[in-house]
C-alpha cells in the first residue's frame, strides 16, 4: 500500500483545490436561485385548481426525479443547442457553467416545487380562513401568516436538497467544467492519472467540510426562525 | 446534429440500453437487502444512544451524505484492493483480489451509501411511533423482540415508506455513475453502443428512457404498495 | 389505461423540451451578433477544443495555459494562418468529441487516432498532426508479450479503456480480425484507470498506454520512479494522430493542411516530439501504418 500512497499529495492538493470552490460555490448558488423560483412556481401550479398546470406540475416532477443528473446534464447541454440549432439559434459560444446551471435549477425545481407544496400544505387550512375572517386580505393572509410558517416547515428539506444539489453538481466535470471535481480531475492528469486516490480523498474532505457547515448553519436558521413561530402562535 | 436525429440508432440502442436493466436492478435489490436491516439497527442504536455505536454511526451518516457518490466510488475503488492486498499478505492469505468482479465494488458502495440514508430514514420514522406503543407492548405481556416485530417494525415501515420510495429512485439513478466500476448496466451500454458511430445524443435520449421508466414504475409499485398499508394501517386503530 | 398515462407523460415531455427551447432562444441574441461581427473584419475566430486532461498530450498547466504536444503544434499552425483566430477550449475527452460533431467547436485534438467510424461525423485532413506510440504496460516478467496477439495468446486481463478512446478502437479491431484469439476489451471510463498502479498491484495483466505518458510517470521525477525496474513498455504501434474537425470546416482544413505541412518540413514537429515524449517519433515515419 505505501508503495502508491503518499499523504503528501494530499496536504499538496487541498490549497490547489479549494479556490474552485468557488466555481462549486456559484453553480450551486445560482441553481438553488432560479430552482427556487420555478419550484414555487410549480408548488403553485400544483395546489392550484387548473387540472391542466396540475398534470404538467406532477408530471415535471416526476420526469425530473427519474432521470439521472449526469444524463439530464448532457440532454441539456447537447440537446438544448441541437434544438435551437434547427431554429437558426446559435447556442454554442455560450459557457459550459450556464448549462450546468440550467440542469441543476432544473432538478431543483422538481425538488423544491414538492418541498414547498407540502410545507404549504402542511399549514392548517384554518388559520387562512381565520385570517380573513379578521379582516385581511388573501394576500396578506399568505404573506403574513402562512409563508413564514410555510418557511420554517420548509427550511429542513430545503437545506437537504441543497446539499443533494452541491454533490450532484460534482458530475459537471463530465462536460468538463472546472469547479473543485474538475480541477481535481486536472491534477490527478497532471501527475499522469497517478495519485488519484488521494487526490479523491482531499476532495472528499472538502466537500465533507463544507456539508457540515452548511448542515450547521441550517440548524441555526431553523432555531432562529422557529423563535419567530412561537411568538406568532402565541401571539 | 443538423442532420437530425439516427431514429434507428435511436430505436436499436434503447433495447441495448434496456439490457442494462437487470444489472441495475440486481445492484438495486443487493443494495436494499444490506441497506435496510442494517440501517433500522443503526438507526435503533441512535435513538437508544448506545455509546460507541452512535457517534461511528453518526460519523458515517455524516460522511455519506457529505461528500459526492462518484467520489465515494472512486475512493473505494482505488482504496479497498490496496487495503486488502496487504492484509492478506501481511496473514498470508492466498486470495486474488483483482479477479474480483466490480460488480462487488458496486455492492459495497451502493449498500454503504444506502444504509447510511436509511439510518435517518428510519430515525425520524421510529421516533414518530411514540415510545408510549413500545411500553403499552409490555403492559399486554409482550417481549422486546414481538414489541418490535408486532407493533413498532409496522409502523415504522408505514411512516417511512415514502423516503424508502425515494431513497430506491435515489439509488436506481445512482447506479447510473456505475461506468466509473466498468459496470455494464445501462449507461455503459448505451454509451458504448454510441462509440461505434458516435451518436451520443441518441444514446443519452435512450438512456433518459429507459431510466424515466424504470423509476416510474418503482414509484408506482410504491405507491400501490401504500395504499395496501395504509390501508390495513386505518384498520388496524 | 398504461397507454394512456404513457402518452400523457409523452406530452409533457414534448411541453418540456418546448419550454427549454423557449428558454434558450431569450439569452442567445447577444451572442450571435458578436459571432457576426467577428466574420466582418476579416479574421475568423476558431474554437480549437483539446483534452485539458491527457498530459503530455495536451492538458491544461498549473498555470492555467493549456500546452501540450497536441496544443502546441496547433499554436504553429495558428501563427501560419493569418486568416483565422484560435481560441484554446479546454474541455473532457468526451465533449471534445460531441462538441465538435455539433458544431461547438471548429476543430479538436486530443491525441486522436484514425478510426473508420470517426471519418463519418468528423472530417480528418490530408496531414496528420504528430506521432503516438501505443503500447503495452507489463510486469517486468511478462516482458516477452510484446503485441495483442501474445497479450490474447496468453489470456491476459487487460485495463478497461473508456469507450470513445481510439485505443479502444484499435483493441476492437484486432479482436474483429481474430475472432479465436481475442483480447478481454472491457469498457470503462478512464479517469480512474491508473495504468500502471493497475498492472503493477496485479489488479489486471496489462493495460495500454501512450509511451510519452508512461515515460514521464516513471521518469527520475515521475510519482512512479520507484517502478522503473518492475514495468516494461512494449510499443505494439506508432500511430499518427489527427486533428478532428467539424463536418462543415473543410475550407479550415484545407488550410490547415498547408500550414502543416510547412511546420514538418522545417523539423519543428520533430523538435516538439523530443520536448513532449522524449523521442522524436518522426524517425520511426517509415514503419507507420496506420
Not at chain 1, 58 to 79: A, E, K
Not at chain 1, 191 to 214: C, F, G, P, Q, R
Not at chain 2, 202 to 207: G, K, N, P, T, V
Not at chain 3, 115 to 140: H, M, Q, Y
Request: proline letters at 3%; one cysteine or more.
Amino acid at each position: 500500500m505505501e508503495k502508491y500512497f503518499d499523504l503528501a499529495y494530499i496536504a499538496e492538493s487541498v490549497p490547489l483545490l479549494v479556490p474552485f470552490l468557488k466555481v462549486t460555490l456559484m453553480v450551486t448558488g445560482l441553481s438553488v436561485l432560479f430552482g427556487s423560483i420555478l419550484g414555487f412556481i410549480l408548488a403553485i401550479m400544483k395546489l392550484g385548481n387548473s387540472k391542466i398546470a396540475k398534470k404538467f406540475a406532477y408530471g415535471y416532477t416526476t420526469i425530473l426525479r427519474c432521470t439521472p443528473s449526469i444524463v439530464l446534464l448532457f440532454l441539456t447541454y447537447y440537446g438544448i443547442p441541437a434544438i435551437a440549432g434547427n431554429f437558426g439559434i446559435n447556442l454554442n459560444d455560450i459557457d459550459k457553467a450556464v448549462f450546468v446551471v440550467i440542469t441543476f435549477s432544473l432538478q431543483f425545481a422538481a425538488a423544491m416545487s414538492e418541498v414547498i407544496r407540502s410545507s404549504l400544505e402542511s399549514i392548517d387550512r384554518g388559520q387562512f380562513e381565520a385570517a380573513v375572517s379578521v379582516g385581511l386580505s388573501h394576500t396578506q393572509a399568505y404573506r403574513r401568516i402562512i409563508l413564514p410558517q410555510a418557511f420554517v416547515v420548509a427550511l429542513p428539506n430545503f437545506g437537504n436538497s441543497l446539499l443533494e444539489l452541491m454533490k450532484e453538481g460534482s458530475l459537471a466535470y463530465t462536460i468538463g467544467l472546472i469547479d473543485i471535481m474538475g480541477k481535481a480531475e486536472l491534477i490527478i492528469a497532471g501527475n499522469y492519472n497517478t495519485h488519484a486516490l488521494e487526490i479523491y480523498l482531499a476532495l472528499a474532505v472538502i466537500y465533507w467540510t463544507l456539508s457540515i457547515v452548511i448542515e450547521k448553519l441550517f440548524l441555526k436558521l431553523e432555531k432562529a426562525f422557529s423563535k419567530g413561530k412561537q411568538v406568532i402562535t402565541t401571539a | 446534429m443538423s442532420e437530425g436525429l439516427d431514429y434507428k440508432f435511436l430505436v436499436e440502442t434503447f433495447f441495448v440500453a434496456l439490457s442494462g436493466v437487470p444489472i441495475t436492478l440486481f445492484i438495486t435489490i443487493v443494495a436494499l437487502i444490506v441497506a435496510l436491516p442494517l440501517g433500522f439497527l443503526l438507526a435503533l442504536s441512535r435513538i437508544n444512544q448506545i455509546p460507541v455505536l452512535n457517534r461511528l454511526a453518526q460519523i458515517y451518516v455524516s460522511f455519506v451524505r457529505g461528500t459526492p457518490v462518484i467520489i465515494q466510488i472512486f475512493i473505494i475503488y482505488s482504496s479497498v484492493p490496496l487495503m486488502l492486498t496487504s492484509i492478506f499478505e501481511r496473514y498470508d492469505v492466498e486470495m486474488k483480489v483483482y479477479d474480483v468482479n466490480p460488480i462487488w465494488y458496486a455492492f459495497i458502495v451502493f449498500s454503504l451509501n444506502t444504509t447510511a440514508i436509511l439510518i435517518e430514514v428510519f430515525r425520524s420514522a421510529i421516533s414518530t411511533v411514540s415510545k408510549g406503543q413500545l411500553e403499552a407492548s409490555y403492559a399486554v405481556g409482550l417481549t422486546t423482540a414481538q414489541a418490535f416485530r408486532r407493533i413498532i417494525i409496522p409502523q415504522t415501515l408505514v411512516v417511512a415508506l415514502p423516503n424508502i420510495c425515494t431513497a430506491t429512485v435515489n439509488l436506481i439513478k445512482a447506479t447510473s455513475l456505475g461506468y466509473a466500476l466498468s459496470l455494464q448496466e445501462i449507461t455503459l451500454r448505451a454509451k458504448v453502443a454510441a462509440n461505434v458511430g458516435y451518436n451520443y445524443v441518441e444514446a443519452y435520449i435512450d438512456i433518459f428512457l429507459v431510466y424515466l421508466i424504470l423509476c416510474s414504475l418503482v414509484e408506482y409499485l410504491f405507491k400501490r404498495y401504500e395504499k395496501r398499508v395504509s390501508r390495513f394501517k386505518a384498520v388496524s386503530i | 389505461m398504461k397507454n394512456k398515462k404513457f402518452l400523457h407523460v409523452l406530452t409533457i415531455a414534448l411541453a418540456f423540451v418546448t419550454i427549454l427551447a423557449g428558454c434558450g432562444s431569450g439569452t442567445s441574441t447577444s451572442n450571435e451578433a458578436d459571432a457576426n461581427s467577428g466574420n466582418t473584419s476579416g479574421v475568423r475566430k476558431v474554437k480549437v477544443a483539446y483534452d485539458q486532461a491527457s498530459k503530455p498530450m495536451s492538458w491544461l498547466d498549473e498555470k492555467g495555459r493549456p500546452t501540450g504536444y497536441d496544443v502546441e503544434v496547433m499554436k504553429l499552425v495558428d501563427e501560419l494562418l493569418p486568416a483565422y483566430e484560435f481560441e484554446y477550449i479546454g474541455t473532457s475527452s468526451d465533449d471534445l468529441l460531441v462538441g465538435i460533431e455539433q458544431g461547438k467547436y471548429q476543430v479538436g485534438v486530443k491525441n486522436a487516432f484514425w478510426t473508420e467510424e470517426r471519418t463519418e461525423k468528423f472530417i480528418f485532413p490530408k496531414e496528420f498532426l504528430g506521432l503516438s506510440s501505443a503500447g503495452l504496460v507489463l510486469k517486468k516478467e511478462n516482458e516477452k508479450i510484446k503485441n495483442l496477439k501474445d497479450f490474447a495468446s496468453a489470456g491476459f486481463s487487460l485495463a478497461p479503456i473508456a469507450a470513445n478512446n481510439a485505443q479502444y478502437t484499435i483493441v476492437d479491431e484486432y479482436n474483429q480480425a481474430n475472432p479465436d484469439n481475442k483480447v478481454k476489451l472491457k469498457a470503462g471510463d478512464a479517469f480512474t484507470v491508473d495504468v500502471i498502479q493497475w498492472v503493477n498491484e496485479g489488479r489486471v495483466d496489462g493495460g495500454i498506454a501512450i509511451e510519452g505518458a508512461f515515460m514521464k510517470q516513471v521518469a527520475s521525477d515521475g510519482p512512479y520512479h520507484n517502478l522503473v525496474d518492475d514495468l516494461v513498455y512494449n510499443e505494439f504501434a506508432v500511430i499518427k494522430t489527427w486533428p478532428l474537425f467539424n463536418k462543415k470546416e473543410q475550407k479550415f482544413a484545407d488550410a490547415y493542411d498547408e500550414a502543416i505541412k510547412k511546420i514538418k518540413d522545417e523539423k519543428k514537429t520533430n523538435e516538439l516530439s523530443k520536448k513532449f515524449y522524449g523521442r522524436d517519433l518522426f524517425e520511426v515515419l517509415g514503419t507507420v501504418e496506420r
